[in-house]
């Protein structure tokens, strides 16, 4: 990666019971420079039903988060299909090959990573994180998730806060998103 490149970001998910939480810092890098410390790149899709979070880069995101709502109108109540049938247009498509991003979206019933390469993850252990600070922050919630019984807002919060304390490109503002299936 070249030392213009804007990159950094943490978004974790962890799924519990009935609730699911999605959270991601606000840091975004140019370098060795922080050009914004309070982006937002968590939010909801499909009238607040799914929460889309994304690293990578920005434009990029917008781009495949568009897509992904057009899926979503297309087969609504259906992330996974619209999810898939996404990663299918990520994966075919000229234009959107070129997309440097990955997303994290999540609805009341399924947790899932999708990436360019055509992949549509649904995450073994109630946990996934994508971005430079991920794997830090999918490990700490994974700990916590199963050491503790800690609500999956709490262990989004503390995984964060230690991503944020181990990777330069992670900071902790966050913007956290949750939905649970008691929610009318």
Known sequence: MSAQEMHGTTILAVRRGDTVCVGGDGQVSLGQTVVKGDARKVRRLADGLVIAGFAGATADAFTLLERLESKLEQYPDQLTRASVEL??????????????????????????????????????????????GGDYARSAARALLEETDLDPETIVRKSMAIAASICVYTNDALTVEILSNNEN
């Open 87 to 132: 990663a299918k247009d990520w994966r075919t498509d000229r234009y959107l090959r070129r997309l440097e991003a990955m997303m994290i979206v999540a609805d009341k019933d399924v947790t899932l990573t999708l990436s360019g390469a055509g992949d549509v993850l649904e995450p073994q252990f109630g946990v996934t994180g994508i971005g430079s």
